[in-house]
C-alpha cells in the first residue's frame, strides 16, 4: 500500500471506530525503517495504542530481519537503504519545496549490538552531551529541548522534542558547516517479552550554512531505534537519508557512502566506550 494510502486508510478508520487493527509490519529493512519513520510521533486518542502495537510489531520483525543477517557485538551491519518517500516528510517543519527533491537523498543504515542500556541512551539523547562523547567531531553543539528532560529521563514523560543547532570542525573534503535539526523521542513499554523500545527522529530544518564555496548540505532525515534484549544487549538500528555535496563528491558516490558508514561504526564505538567507563 503507498503511505499516502496508508495514512488515509488510518484516518478513516479512527472516524468510523472505536478501535482500528493495527497495520501489520512490512518485511525488509528499507521498508520497516520508514514504516517505523511515520510512528514516531504519538498517534492522538484510541489511535495511539493501535500504533503502539505496530511499532512492537515492527521492531520484533526488525529483530527478524537483523538477526538473519546476522548482527552480532563483533560484526555490526552496515549498507544503504532504498529512497523514502516524499510523503513521508514533506509537511513536517521547514522541509517545504525540499521534499521534491527526496529521491536525491542517500539512503543510509547502520545495526549493531550494544552493551549500553535504553536508560543510558534515553540520557544521552536527553542531554547536551554530544561534544563530551564525540570531541573530535563538533565545533560547537547545543540542543535546546522543548520538554521537561529529567521527567523524560524518569519514565514520567514517554515523548520530547528539541531543536539542535550545530557546527562540524572542518572535514578532510569541503569546508565546515552549521545546521539546524529538529528532533523528537518516544519511549514504549512494550511488555515482559520485549520490554522498552526507544525511538528518535530528526530532520534538517533548512539547508546548511557552509563557511566555504562549493558545497551543499539540503536534505537530512535520520531515525534510530533501540530495543532491549533478554542477553542484557541492546540492539540499535539507525536509518538515515542525506543529500550532502562536499566538494567534488556528493553522497550518492562509493567515496561519500564508504566513508559515512565508517563513520557510523566509529560513532557508536565512541557511545560504547562512554557506557563502558561510567560517563553513560
Known amino acids: 500500500m503507498h503511505p499516502r ?3 488515509l486508510a488510518v484516518v478513516v478508520c479512527s472516524a468510523a471506530f472505536a478501535g482500528c487493527a493495527a497495520q501489520p509490519a512490512p518485511e525488509g529493512l528499507d521498508n520497516l525503517a ?22 512492537r510489531d515492527a521492531v520484533l520483525r526488525l529483530k527478524d530481519e537483523l538477526a538473519a543477517i546476522p548482527v552480532t557485538a563483533d560484526a555490526p551491519f552496515t549498507g544503504t537503504l532504498e529512497d523514502i518517500d516524499a510523503d513521508l516528510v514533506a509537511g513536517l517543519e521547514g ?25 543510558q541512551q534515553v540520557g544521552l539523547v536527553a542531554s547536551n552531551r554530544a561534544m563530551e562523547i564525540h570531541p573530535d567531531v563538533y565545533e560547537s553543539y547545543d540542543k535546546d529541548f522543548d520538554d521537561d528532560t529529567d521527567a523524560f529521563k524518569a519514565g514520567d514523560l514517554d515523548f520530547m522534542t528539541w531543536q539542535t543547532t550545530y557546527k562540524l570542525l572542518p572535514p578532510p573534503v569541503g569546508s565546515a558547516y552549521e545546521a539546524r535539526l529538529r528532533g523528537a523521542a518516544r519511549r514504549i513499554d512494550a511488555g515482559d517479552d520485549i520490554g522498552e523500545i526507544f525511538v528518535t527522529r530528526v530532520h534538517l530544518l533548512e539547508p546548511a550554512t557552509f563557511d566555504g564555496e562549493g558545497s551543499s548540505f539540503t536534505l537530512d532525515f535520520q531515525m534510530e531505534v533501540y530495543v532491549d534484549n533478554e542477553d542484557d544487549t541492546l540492539t540499535h538500528f539507525y536509518a538515515m537519508w542525506r543529500r550532502m555535496a562536499l566538494g567534488p563528491v556528493d553522497s550518492s558516490s562509493e567515496l561519500f557512502i564508504g566513508q559515512t ?4 561504526v566509529d560513532f557508536e564505538k565512541r557511545v560504547e ?3 563502558n567507563d561510567g560517563r553513560l
Open 5 to 7: 494510502s496508508r495514512l
Open 34 to 55: 520508514t514504516f517505523l519513520w511515520q510512528r514516531v510521533e504519538p498517534a492522538g486518542g484510541l489511535q495511539r495504542g493501535t500504533q503502539e502495537a505496530e511499532i
Open 95 to 119: 522541509v517545504g519545496d525540499r521534499a521534491d527533491d527526496i529521491a536525491l537523498a542517500q539512503g543510509f543504515a547502520l545495526a549493531n549490538l550494544s552493551t549500553c542500556g535504553i536508560g
Open 261 to 264: 558508514l565508517s563513520g557510523f
Open 273 to 275: 566506550a562512554a557506557c
